[in-house]
T-cell receptor
Framework: KNEVEQSPQNLTAQEGEFITINCSYSVGISALHWLQQHPGGGIVSLFMLSSGKKKHGRLIATINIQEKHSSLHITASHPRDSAVYICAALAGGYQKVTFGIGTKLQVIP | NAGVTQTPKFQVLKTGQSMTLQCAQDMNHEYMSWYRQDPGMGLRLIHYSVGAGITDQGEVPNGYNVSRSTTEDFPLRLLSAAPSQTSVYFC????????????FGEGSRLTVL
C-alpha cells in the first residue's frame, strides 16, 4: 500500500509570505493530484501532474518522480488561501489512490 | 452545469437504520466514486464505478452498497447504520477511468447514534 505523507500538518503564515507544502509517497505512481478543501468542506482540484511543474496563478506544483516527492507552492499568500491542502497519489487510476491527511493553512492578514 | 450534486448535506441516524446518500453528475463522466473522510485520516475510497452497470469495491467497502444504473447517478446505501459509519462522505466523478481531474460533491455529514 502506498503511504502518503504531507508536511507540515499545520501552517500559519502572514499575508504575502511564500508557502511550501510537501508531499512524499512510498511507491511508484502514475500521477499526483493536489486538492484544496475549503473551510466549508467543499473540495476542488488544483493540479494533476505526473512530471515536472505546473503553474496556475499564484500556485505552483512540482513533482520529482525519482525522489517520490511533490511540493505545492503559494506565492504572495492571501487570507483567502486559508484551507486544507490535500495531495493524492495515483498508482494507475483512481481505484488505486491514496490521499494524504492534508495540510491546514491559515494566512493571517 | 451543476457539476456533482450530493444529498443530503446532513443526516442523523440511529444504529440499525438504513439510508441512501444520493450523488448525481451532469458532466457525462464515466468514473464515479464515494469516499469517507475521518479526523486524522486521509480520504478513503469506499466504492467506485467506471460506467453504468459496473461497480467495484475500494479500500473500505464493508457496510456500504452501491449501484450504477445510469451514467448520471451513483447512490451509496447504508443498510444497517453503525456508529463507526459516522463520517463525512464525498462523491466524486472524473472523465475516463485514469487520472483525469476529479470533481467533488459538497459532502454529506452523517452521524450515527
Amino acid at each position: 500500500k502506498n503511504e502518503v505523507e504531507q508536511s507540515p500538518q499545520n501552517l500559519t503564515a502572514q499575508e504575502g509570505e511564500f508557502i511550501t507544502i510537501n508531499c512524499s509517497y512510498s511507491v511508484g505512481i502514475s500521477a499526483l493530484h493536489w486538492l484544496q478543501q475549503h473551510p466549508g468542506g467543499g473540495i476542488v482540484s488544483l493540479f494533476m501532474l505526473s512530471s515536472g511543474k505546473k503553474k496556475h496563478g499564484r500556485l505552483i506544483a512540482t513533482i520529482n518522480i525519482q525522489e517520490k516527492h511533490s511540493s505545492l507552492h503559494i506565492t504572495a499568500s492571501h487570507p483567502r488561501d486559508s484551507a486544507v491542502y490535500i495531495c493524492a497519489a495515483l498508482a494507475g487510476g483512481y481505484q488505486k489512490v491514496t490521499f494524504g491527511i492534508g495540510t491546514k493553512l491559515q494566512v493571517i492578514p | 452545469n451543476a457539476g456533482v450534486t450530493q444529498t443530503p448535506k446532513f443526516q442523523v441516524l440511529k444504529t440499525g437504520q438504513s439510508m441512501t446518500l444520493q450523488c448525481a453528475q451532469d458532466m457525462n463522466h464515466e468514473y464515479m466514486s464515494w469516499y469517507r473522510q475521518d479526523p486524522g485520516m486521509g480520504l478513503r475510497l469506499i466504492h467506485y464505478s467506471v460506467g453504468a452497470g459496473i461497480t467495484d469495491q475500494g479500500e473500505v467497502p464493508n457496510g456500504y452498497n452501491v449501484s450504477r444504473s445510469t451514467t448520471e447517478d451513483f447512490p451509496l446505501r447504508l443498510l444497517s447504520a453503525a456508529p463507526s459509519q459516522t463520517s463525512v462522505y464525498f462523491c466524486a466523478s472524473s472523465y475516463g477511468t485514469g487520472a483525469g481531474e476529479l470533481f467533488f460533491g459538497e459532502g454529506s455529514r452523517l452521524t450515527v447514534l
